[in-house]
Structure formats: structure tokens, C-alpha cells
């Protein structure tokens, strides 16, 4: 047994050291003195300590126990007792002992008439091997369990995956882990491939050959990744994680993340579906387009338009039924503007107010015309918002901080964001119209509601900093000015200002101020009126100097033309995929940021299983430039907005807000 393992199974000793005595045959277990003979404390003592020790056969998983090694033919009925009893119980520790002998070899013992008599004890000397304390036994105990669970909740699959990673030289720090996955590995496809008769005894095996390290991969760092990739998490997402606990807070990962064999599988499918020349993507342009995909086009591009000789004859003969008179209408819902308004209309300029910086948009073209669509939608054009979302970067940002933007009134700022870094701690502040301030100070208004929900006092290098003030709800807050302010804490040398937002009612109003904010002094925004009926309305303290900005060739605070107006492809036709967006396609409208080529939200449902490989590809895409691209402001159905356009129409000129 000393060559092999040790271990102790859970039997109850008391029970084995009785069942050893009554299961002694009499004439070799008389009555001496008082006692029976063999009923010894020091026999008792050594079957109490280590009677349950068990070694395991690793070839078969036999349990082989003190009294089934070698016996004698007067204790053999007794010892083959003893054995069944302690093989029938389960494997609790590994055997470690502080004595090097446990148990007494003999001693003697005097009778009244001089007589010297020798007792023969059971005993053992520890080979030094197993010679150990508490801490040896409970880490060994730890091994086990948590070996079993990284057994049960990590897959090979995610394994082989960061295996790939770290060969191809993607993933920060992760050669410091190959070895130990390449022999967990082996030990997970042992675990799957093995007809074991005990899997208790197969972790407990395992755990003390893997060792420590390996045994408890799950809670190490590495563990987190692997955990993240077998339950689905995409693999970019899951390796940022990683890279979260174990790198330098200014890493920043060099490209997107899939394997060579990704690749090498997602590929043949691509092959398999004919999407081979469906990859390449470029800005689509006014002749990609046909007249069934539009809702309206100025007259200046209707000649690029396939089927354009149809389309003023379609627009008369739906002209003649809904023909009326909007001349007074100020705001109108957007399917009564497509309904009424547009049919009759020859011109239509889109109002750029700075509020829609994050609503510019372009539409998507295949390279080769001809290609198949990979796309959940019968026509092969996708689109691109900027910076790949369609609301608020700042909004996005409070709420990957834990913020909540999913309230009545919100009040937000940002700074250190112009690639300087900007140290300064600054402030949102709100004075609420009794008086009380909402700062750092004091984050939460219990007679509003109101909370400062994100406050950041150290920005970090290459990483926008923001605070948020939300009012869950207005009809919790008191009627009166709000007034919102931004407080130069501790000033560190950043001379670039801050943005701001506020949003309510759906709409978010933004803020620019670019200039140094001195130590201790404020810049007062806006006010926020809230009235007794609970509707707020805004006095700006803050002007936006956004008529002075440039974005993709426009001007903001000015009105622009519209060239045509369209649904997103996957609403064109007798498509219904998906949330829905209408497009402002803008004149001279051009994209400087790096368009997406899709989404894999976008994609059939046949290439589900290399999401990984074609949100990569997505991310390293290259959109192709086009002269005269589609791009323009874009609005999602699922969030409320609202776009004032000027419409001419024969003599009439007329400025509508439609809401969305």
C-alpha cells in the first residue's frame, strides 16, 4: 500500500472496531482477565487512527484496504469482515500522519504471582512519503472539489480554443499557461474517453497527479476565460476580460480574436452557402438602389434610380388619394408624414441640430452585385451608424459604469476624451429647487430621487471619464428649476473642458465646452424646469457652439438636403426582419469613420455557429469607398425621436417636426 496513494474513506471506526472484535472467533478471542483477550486500548487507538486507510489499485480502481494485504489463517474470516466493511465506503481525504508509528508493537504485563506476559498490537511505521499536517490534508481536499467542478463546467472546445490563441501569439500573457492546458486537456479527454467504476476515486487520482495549479484552473485567471468561452460568452468579449485582470490598465489588444481553425471552418461554410463574393463591402451609391425601396428621392437623383421612369407616376396616382392641406400642421407622427406629407412633396431639408451627431449613418453594398445575400433579408444591403451604435456614446458609456440611463431626466458629463490626458476631477453637480445639492458629497436626494450614480475622481489614461445624475422617476420629484453645473474639483493640468448631456422626454440635449475650468470654479449649464403637470422644459446657460462644427461635410445647425428617404434594407419590400429604422440620406453627405460591413445579427442563421469568425471578419473588414455614397442621419423604431424637416412642395414651404 505505502507504493501507492493513500487515502481515508468515511466508515465510522467505532463501528469497525467493533465489528473486528465481535466478529472474532471465541476460541482465539477468550475471556482474559476481564476483558476479551484482543479488546486492547492500543488496538482500539490504531483502528480508530487509521483503520479506514485505504491505497487504489490505479489500474482497475481496486480499493485495498489495511486487512485485505496479508492475513493469517486464524484472522482470515475476521479480516475478509473488515474488508467488505471499509471497500463499501467512499474515499473522503488523502491519509497524511503526524507520528511515524501509529499504533504499539507489544508490551508486557505483570500478573499477581510474577508471570510476565508479552502483547502483540497492531501497528505501522509511515513511509516518509505520508509523513504530513492539516494544511496537506485540507489543500489536498481543496484539489479535489474544485478539480471536479473545472471537470463538469470547462470544455475541451473552449480549451483547444485558448491553446490556439496563445500559439498564434493572441493572448496577453498566455503562454505563461500552455503547459498546464495542454496537460489539462489531456486530462479532460481521459475524463470523456474513460469507462472509470468510480468517479469520486477518479478526481481524487487526478488531483493530486495535475497538482494544485492545474487541479484549480477554474479559479485561476485562465479559468475565467475558459469559463466565459464554454458558456457562450463571444470569444472578444471573453478574452477582454481576461486581459481586464491580467494585464497593465493601458493594454490595449492589438486585433480582434478568433483561431486558426475558426477561420478554417467558418471559411467552408462560407464556401458551402456561396458567400465567397459577399464579403467585400462598400458605401452603396444612388444606382444601387430602386425606386420600390424608397419612400422619397429629390428630383435631382430620381435619374440614378433604377426604375426611375416609374417612380413620379407612382408618387401621382398616391398623391390623388391622399391629397390635403398641412399647411398649419407643427408636428406630426412619422407614418402620417409618409402617408400625407411626402407624396406631394418636391424638396426636403433635414434640420442637423447637434443632438443627432450619433445618428449618422451609411447604407452597405456588396462589391459584386451579383453576389448572394448572407443576410436574413432577400436584398444584399446592410448599414453602418457611427461609431457601429445609434445612441449617445456617452449614454452607452454611464451605463457601462453602472449607470442608469433608463429614467425620466438625466444629467451626464465627459471628459478626457480628446486622446490628452486629461487628470482634472471634475463634478456634476444639481441644485434642486429647495435648495439641496446632489454632488459627491451627498449622492442621493431622499426627497427626489435624485443620484449621482457614477463618479469618477481619477480618470485613467486613454479612457473617457463620465458622471451621472438620474431622476428615476418626475412624478417623484418636486416641481421647480433644476440647476445643473459642472465643478472643476481638483484641477491637474487638463485644459480641454468637458461634453454634457441632458435627455428627457426621448430626447438629449448636448453640450459642448472646450475651454480650462479653473480650480474650484463652476460652469453652469442649463436649467431643467419641471412644472406642476410634470412636463419639463429646458433654459440653456450653456450655448452650443455647434453651428462652428464640421461633421462628415456638414455643417451642424443648418438645414440640409434630403436626397431620398428609405426604411433599412431589411424592411424593404416584403421584408419584416428585425427592429426597423428610416434613413435621411443627406446631399454631400460623407463618412469619415470606419463603417461596419455587418452585424452578425444581420446574418443567416447558417452561420450562427462561426459568430466568432464573422464578428472578426466585421471588425477587420475593410468598407470600400464609392463616390457619391448613401449616408445621412438614421433613427431606430425602438428608441422615441424627433427631426424637423422643412418640405417644399409646388409654392409652399413649410417646417414639420415629425416624431418617431
Not at 418626475?474 to 491637474?492: A, C, S
Not at 438629449?508 to 406642476?532: E, R, S
Request: hydrophobic share 35%.
Amino acid at each position: 500500500m505505502a507504493t501507492k496513494k493513500l487515502f481515508k474513506v468515511d466508515c465510522n471506526n467505532w463501528d469497525l472496531w467493533n465489528l473486528y472484535l465481535n466478529s472474532l472467533p471465541e476460541d482465539i478471542n477468550p475471556i482474559f482477565i476481564e476483558n476479551r483477550r484482543h479488546d486492547c486500548f492500543a488496538c482500539e487507538r490504531f483502528f480508530k487512527k487509521v483503520g479506514n486507510v485505504v491505497a487504489v489499485d490505479e489500474e482497475n480502481y481496486e480499493i485495498i484496504t489495511l486487512f485485505g494485504c496479508e492475513t493469517h489463517p486464524d484472522y482470515e474470516y475476521t479480516f475478509n469482515k473488515l474488508d467488505d466493511f471499509v471497500k463499501q465506503c467512499r474515499i473522503e481525504d488523502i491519509f497524511k500522519s503526524y507520528d511515524k508509528r501509529i499504533g504499539e508493537k507489544c508490551n508486557q504485563k505483570m500478573l499477581e504471582d510474577g508471570q510476565v506476559i508479552n502483547f502483540n498490537h497492531f501497528y505501522i511505521d509511515v513511509p516518509e512519503a505520508h509523513i504530513g499536517d492539516f494544511h496537506s490534508i485540507s489543500d489536498a481536499k481543496t484539489d479535489r472539489h474544485v478539480l471536479e467542478s473545472s471537470t463538469k463546467s470547462i470544455s475541451i472546445n473552449a480549451v483547444e480554443t485558448v491553446l490556439e490563441l496563445i500559439e498564434s501569439n493572441n493572448l496577453y500573457r498566455g503562454n505563461e499557461w500552455y503547459d498546464e492546458l495542454s496537460i489539462f486537456k489531456e486530462y479532460l479527454e481521459e475524463y470523456e474517453d474513460s469507462q472509470f467504476p468510480d468517479e469520486n476515486i477518479f478526481f481524487w487520482i487526478n488531483s493530486i497527479d495535475l497538482g494544485p495549479v492545474i487541479s484549480r484552473i477554474k479559479n485561476r485567471s485562465i479559468g475565467t476565460l475558459l469559463l466565459n468561452i464554454t458558456e457562450g460568452m463571444p470569444l472578444d468579449n471573453a478574452v477582454e476580460k481576461y486581459e481586464e485582470i491580467v494585464s497593465p490598465a493601458n493594454y490595449k489588444r492589438p486585433k480582434p480574436v478568433f483561431t486558426k481553425k475558426m477561420i478554417e471552418k467558418a471559411e467552408e461554410k462560407i464556401t458551402e452557402l456561396g458567400f465567397g463574393d459577399s464579403i467585400a463591402r462598400r458605401f452603396a451609391v444612388m444606382e444601387d438602389l430602386s425606386v420600390n425601396d424608397i419612400l422619397f428621392a429629390n428630383r435631382d437623383v430620381t435619374p440614378q434610380l433604377q426604375d426611375n421612369e416609374n417612380l413620379f407616376d407612382k408618387l401621382k396616382d398616391f398623391a390623388s388619394k391622399k391629397r390635403q392641406n398641412y399647411d398649419k400642421v407643427q408636428e406630426i407622427p412619422l407614418d402620417s408624414f409618409i402617408e400625407n406629407v411626402l407624396p406631394n412633396a418636391q424638396e426636403v431639408e433635414l434640420y442637423l441640430d447637434y443632438s443627432l451627431r450619433n445618428n449618422f449613418m451609411s447604407l452597405i453594398a456588396p462589391v459584386n452585385k451579383d453576389a448572394p445575400s448572407m443576410f436574413k433579408w432577400d436584398n444584399l444591403f446592410s448599414w453602418s451608424y457611427k461609431n457601429n451604435l445609434a445612441d449617445s456614446l456617452m449614454k452607452e458609456r454611464v451605463k457601462s459604469m453602472g449607470g442608469d440611463v433608463d429614467v425620466d431626466l438625466r444629467f451626464s458629463i465627459q471628459w478626457n476624451d480628446t486622446g490628452e490626458w486629461d487628470k482634472n476631477d471634475l463634478d456634476a453637480h444639481c441644485t434642486e429647487p429647495d435648495g439641496n445639492e446632489i454632488y459627491y458629497h451627498k449622492k442621493k436626494s431622499n426627497r427626489t430621487g435624485g443620484w449621482l450614480d457614477v463618479d469618477i475622481i481619477d480618470p485613467e489614461k486613454n479612457k473617457p471619464a463620465v458622471e451621472n445624475i438620474r431622476f428615476k422617476n418626475k412624478h417623484d420629484m418636486i416641481p421647480g428649476e433644476y440647476l445643473f453645473r459642472v465643478h472643476q474639483y481638483t484641477y491637474r493640468g487638463g485644459d480641454w473642458g468637458f461634453q454634457a448631456e441632458i435627455e428627457f422626454d426621448g430626447k438629449i440635449n448636448a453640450y459642448t465646452y472646450p475651454f480650462k475650468i479653473n480650480h474650484k470654479n463652476y460652469v453652469d449649464v442649463a436649467k431643467v424646469i419641471l412644472d406642476k403637470d410634470y412636463n419639463f422644459t429646458l433654459k440653456n446657460m450653456l450655448e452650443s457652439n455647434a453651428s462652428n462644427i464640421t461633421e462628415w461635410g456638414l455643417t451642424y445647425d443648418t438645414f440640409v438636403p434630403v436626397s431620398l428617404i428609405c426604411y433599412s434594407p431589411n424592411y424593404w419590400g416584403d421584408n419584416e426582419v428585425g427592429n426597423k429604422h428610416i434613413f435621411f440620406i443627406l446631399k454631400d453627405c460623407v463618412s469619415d469613420d470606419k463603417a461596419r460591413p455587418w452585424f452578425n445579427e444581420f446574418l443567416i442563421n447558417e452561420l450562427n455557429e462561426h459568430k466568432r469568425v464573422m464578428e472578426g471578419l466585421a471588425s477587420v473588414g475593410r468598407v470600400e469607398e464609392s463616390d457619391n455614397q448613401l449616408s445621412g442621419i438614421g433613427f431606430s423604431f425602438t428608441q422615441r425621436n424627433k427631426v424637423t424637416l422643412k418640405v417644399k412642395s409646388e409654392n409652399i414651404e413649410r417646417v414639420i417636426n415629425v416624431v418617431i
